[in-house]
């Protein structure tokens, strides 16, 4: 991933398999990749990522609901462990569409384990990786995970470690952040002091990161305030977002994810082949500032409409939200 430089915060921004582990170990346990079975129910198929701390993600199939899931597979000791289990107990009570589900948590035979609905769709380091996308879709993207975490927050749930990794959209348009609650235990970027206002704020900006890369392309540092802003790279970029970027990096950015909804309603329906069509992956207006390349209950949910937003076709049809 193209970077603007060196991020103040890294353990926030670096997936556990790259840059390590909350969790003690670093042993093989149950739960590595010669396991086969979990709980006499989810058959594990292939490693998908796996880190010296012992913690592995798996494909699997649920035997009894016969569908295809994944699975965290981590040791079932450990100093972090149970927080991990914690985070994902309480994000499975979030329950949103755009939110990756969360369908079992346990222990078993010497490994911890959080099942889920596998991953689809490509992420926005993966969207962003020839460059900005168009901005209205930029604008859409950052919207439908803001909502998603608007409705996390409602429910006491922080994500607290955004990352472009993180958010997904499908194939059928569906925007989908993974991570809710356990990766800021596995990275070890917890809320320092506890506050909800800290932890939604901090949630908040790393929206707006997420919006300045897919607006340029490029990942941003963390509050800096020497950032370009993204009209000086890409002069397409709607004025309202430029401010919101430039606001943000200076510190008076949103307060709030309920807050960055009101600045960026009103937004279109996420379309899929404007990610791939004509218009993505621009080159900035300038390269000079790129100093690295990186590998790299429904209800509940709040809507377009609900902050006076135009909502898109599919809300104006009454389509209701699926539960992930």
């Known amino acids: 991933m193209r970077t603007l430089g060196d991020d103040v915060r890294p353990a926030a921004d670096h997936l556990a398999g790259e840059g390590g582990t909350a969790l003690d170990g670093g042993k093989e346990h149950a739960g590595s990749t010669t396991r086969k079975m979990l709980d006499d129910r989810y058959e594990l198929g ?71 609905d596998v991953v689809t769709g490509r992420d926005l380091t993966e969207l962003t990786v020839d460059g900005a996308l168009p901005p209205e879709q930029a604008r859409a993207i950052v919207g439908e995970a803001t909502s998603a975490m608007e409705s996390a927050r409602r429910h006491g749930v922080h994500h607290l470690a955004l990352r472009p990794e993180c958010v997904h959209v499908t194939a059928d348009g569906q925007v989908v952040v993974t991570g809710l609650g356990t990766d800021a235990v596995l990275l070890g970027a917890g809320d320092p002091d506890g506050s909800p206002l800290t932890a939604t704020r901090r949630d908040a900006t790393d929206l707006v990161r997420l919006l300045y890369l897919a607006l340029t392309g490029l990942w941003p540092d963390l509050d800096d305030e020497n950032a370009p802003p993204p009209r000086a790279l890409v002069p397409e970029v709607p004025g309202d977002l430029d401010a919101l970027c430039t606001r943000t990096f200076a510190g008076d950015g949103p307060r709030s994810t309920g807050e960055l909804i009101r600045l960026l309603a009103p937004w279109p329906d996420v379309d899929p ?48 939200a699926g539960a992930a």
Do not use: K, Q
């Open 46 to 116: 292939p490693s998908l990522s796996a880190t010296v701390g012992g913690v592995e993600r798996r494909r699997a199939h649920d035997t009894i609901l016969a569908r295809d899931v994944e699975a965290l597979v981590l040791p079932a000791v450990g100093s972090g462990v149970a927080d991990v289990l914690d985070a994902a107990r309480r994000a499975a009570l979030v329950e949103d569409h755009r939110l990756l589900a969360v369908h079992d948590v346990g222990t078993d035979a010497g490994s911890a384990f959080v099942v889920t």
């Open 273 to 320: 082949a404007a990610l791939t069509g004509p218009g993505t992956g621009r080159p900035t207006a300038t390269e000079e500032h790129l100093v690295a390349d990186e590998p790299t209950p429904a209800t509940d949910e709040p809507t377009r409409s609900e902050t006076g937003g135009a909502a898109g076709p599919a809300a104006a049809a009454g389509a209701a």
